[in-house]
């Protein structure tokens, strides 16, 4: 027997959800605290539901829908529907995406978006199924670290620094710069020319603060760039706690700083850090349309993997 249920948020369902994802998603694992956290750093301005479906007792798969913060409409909204690869066509993915429908349907949404990746092909196919098309591609791509050779890029650091600019981290300002967090946030959300599929809406700096409390933040792996005492560009290093794999985070200089090397100067810090934690690999993801920040990766070496897809559908059914 099928059946849906609401998410509780206790412990048991957060390690079932973390079986389920990490079972969908073997190549990018999470572990329970990890999703919870993320949870409880989510914008109070947007509605978020989760529900799991069981067989037989078991939770097998985990559905979620909500308004996404940084492209925030109120009728628009991103959803996932994942079911145990195990357990597949048996409709446990079509119950939870009608139960996804019905509990948005008092806000008349006019658009979703659903994310998944090119290889996927089951997930591919369930979006294409229910009207969703390709709306926006991006690459994720992954440096070996220990084939990585420094000495193609002497100088370059030298070079970025002689045009003015000086290189820290954020543990070397965090406590001695008050200004370090509000101009962190300031880069962060102010850096938007990144291609996106809605108007990006940054969050405010109470809610934005929240995602460097948790310890996968590396103060040692976030390399900032200033001039003077301005902060001008940043890049970070994310850890996970179940991968000894790093993320890249967001890697940004104002406009009037760049072509001078700046945030390849970043790059090759981070990566000068990854070696040094012995860290084997560091991803990143950019868009398609970003040849800015793909040309630099490229030049570095990463390896582009198969494409994160932005799926998007209007076709909202009558339920």
């Not at 440096?143 to 543990?171: H, K, M």
Request: aromatic share 12%; hydrophobic share 40%; glycine share 6%.
């Amino acid at each position: 027997m099928i059946t849906i249920r609401a998410f509780r948020g206790d412990d048991a369902d957060y390690a079932a959800y973390a079986a389920v994802r990490n079972a969908v998603f073997p190549e990018y694992p999470y572990t329970a605290a990890e999703l919870r956290s993320f949870d409880e750093k989510r914008d109070a301005r947007c509605f978020y539901a989760r529900v799991l479906v069981e067989i037989d007792g078991q939770i097998v798969g985990e559905a979620h829908i909500g308004h996404m913060a940084w492209m925030f409409n109120p009728q628009i909204f991103d959803l996932g529907v994942y079911v145990h690869p195990e357990y597949r066509r048996r409709g446990a993915g079509s119950l939870l995406y009608q139960q996804l429908l019905a509990t948005v349907a008092k806000f008349e949404p006019r658009a979703f978006l659903h994310e998944v990746r090119e290889d996927y092909s089951d997930g591919v196919r369930f979006a294409q199924q229910r009207g969703f098309g390709e709306e926006r591609r991006i690459w994720e791509s992954r440096l070996n670290v220990r084939a990585f050779d420094p000495s193609r890029f002497t100088g370059a650091i030298e070079r970025a620094e002689a045009s003015g600019i000086s290189f820290t981290t954020a543990a070397e300002l965090i406590g001695r710069d008050e200004s370090f967090w509000r101009q962190l946030h300031a880069l962060d959300t102010t850096v938007t020319d990144v291609p996106s599929p809605e108007p990006l809406t940054p969050p405010d700096f109470a809610t934005w603060i929240k995602y460097f409390d948790s310890p996968n933040f590396i103060p040692e792996g976030m390399f900032i760039a200033r001039d003077g005492e301005r902060i001008v560009g940043s890049s970070s290093l994310w850890r996970r706690e179940s991968s000894n794999e790093l993320d890249t985070g967001f890697t940004g200089v104002y406009p009037q700083y760049r072509r001078r090397g700046i945030a390849l100067a970043l790059k090759l810090q981070a990566i000068n850090y990854a070696n040094q934690v012995g860290a084997p690999i560091i991803r990143t993801e950019n868009d398609a349309t970003n040849r800015g920040m793909l040309s630099i990766n490229e030049l570095l070496g990463f390896v582009k993997q198969p494409a994160w897809l932005t799926m998007r559908s209007e076709q909202v059914p009558q339920l």
